[in-house]
């Protein structure tokens, strides 16, 4: 079974960095293209980044472009999200997805279980 298992969240100040890796298993992981999501309290679900299955294309919401960076290492089957400049809108439960299929659609095979980001103003 796919198991999605994301690391690295945690209490930082405005303008500081943190990386979130998602390390999967059960799944052919060099095949999928994989994304991340987060969610604030009171808020829906929001798309943040995406990359495809060789991460030669990498897709970004507006409001993390060029602040956060993703990136894949299809030897350890892990998914890396990068943040940098943080802010305190930032603030969220970050999640890691599969798509479907090995470039991204929006549709979600698969979501990790969550690890919490906190940016303190």
């Known amino acids: 079974q796919v198991q999605l298992v994301e690391s690295g969240g945690g209490l930082v100040q405005a303008g500081g960095s943190l990386r979130l890796s998602c390390a999967a298993s059960g799944l052919a992981f060099r095949n999928y293209a994989m994304g991340w999501s987060r969610q604030a309290p009171g808020k829906e679900r929001e798309f943040v980044a995406a990359i495809n299955w060789s991460g030669g294309y990498t897709s970004y919401a507006d409001s993390v472009k060029g602040r956060f960076t993703i990136s894949r290492d299809n030897f350890k089957n892990t998914v890396y999200l990068q943040m940098s400049s943080l802010k305190p809108e930032d603030t969220a439960v970050y999640y890691c997805?599969?798509?479907?299929?090995?470039?991204?659609?929006?549709?979600?095979?698969?979501w990790g279980q969550g690890t919490q980001v906190t940016v303190s103003s």
């Open positions: 997805a599969r798509s479907y299929g090995n470039s991204w659609s929006g549709r979600v095979g698969s």
